[in-house]
């Protein structure tokens, strides 16, 4: 896999655009002078949080005898679910709930994760390290790269709600979801192959 195709990949499945409403709801409790710089933060967090798997995902993989197919079988699924949930964006999304918020400042949960780092991000990332791991500088590049557009939308939230309109916002978070659907049964043909090769 390419470069520009795994940003891309990463960057649609960090889902930026959709996840804009979510900040501006999440973050409508604290003072606006302080909301780039929570972004900021919580994007950083999420930034840790995902080359921790970069670095150490396939040796714990290892360690708990997880091969190939299952991670690439269990990512497809995670994917598939995560795009339906874009394009059926009434559903509830994973790790959120029914959709409360808590007064205050949030921290980690649930901006940086599962909001960034989410499950089919993590699956996404060690699916690629543990198929190539001789090119885990370039997967790095392409982890830093998805992540460095990813804080750049969601830095401008505000401004892109009032531009776009939640139709619009909406329109192109459907739009990434039927392009995350098509990967996440590639994704899970995949992984029947490996495990009929192994077999």
């Not at 009032?162 to 139709?167: A, E, N, S």
């Not at 899970?188 to 490996?194: A, P, S």
Request: neutral net charge; contains cysteine.
């Amino acid at each position: 896999m390419e470069i520009a195709s795994a940003v891309l990949t990463l960057f649609l499945i960090m889902d930026p655009v959709g996840n804009v409403p979510l900040f501006i709801v999440y973050l409508k409790d604290v003072d606006e002078r302080r909301r780039s710089w929570v972004v900021a933060r919580e994007s950083c967090i999420a930034l840790a949080i995902l080359l921790g798997f970069l670095f150490f995902g396939p040796p714990l993989l290892r360690l708990l005898h997880i091969g190939q197919p299952a991670l690439y079988l269990s990512g497809g699924v995670l994917l598939f679910l995560i795009a339906l949930g874009m394009i059926f964006p009434g559903t509830a999304r994973i790790g959120l709930g029914n959709g409360e918020t808590a007064a205050g400042e949030p921290f980690i949960v649930p901006l940086a994760t599962p909001l960034v780092a989410g499950p089919s991000t993590v699956a996404t990332i060690m699916i690629f390290v543990s198929h190539q791991p001789d090119r885990l500088w370039s997967w790095l590049a392409a982890l830093v790269a998805a992540w460095a557009l990813t804080t750049v939308i969601l830095l401008s939230a505000p401004q892109l709600s009032r531009l776009l309109g939640r139709r619009g916002l909406l329109a192109c978070e459907r739009l990434m979801g039927m392009i995350l659907t098509v990967i996440s049964v590639q994704m899970f043909l995949d992984g029947i192959r490996l495990f009929a090769e192994a077999a």
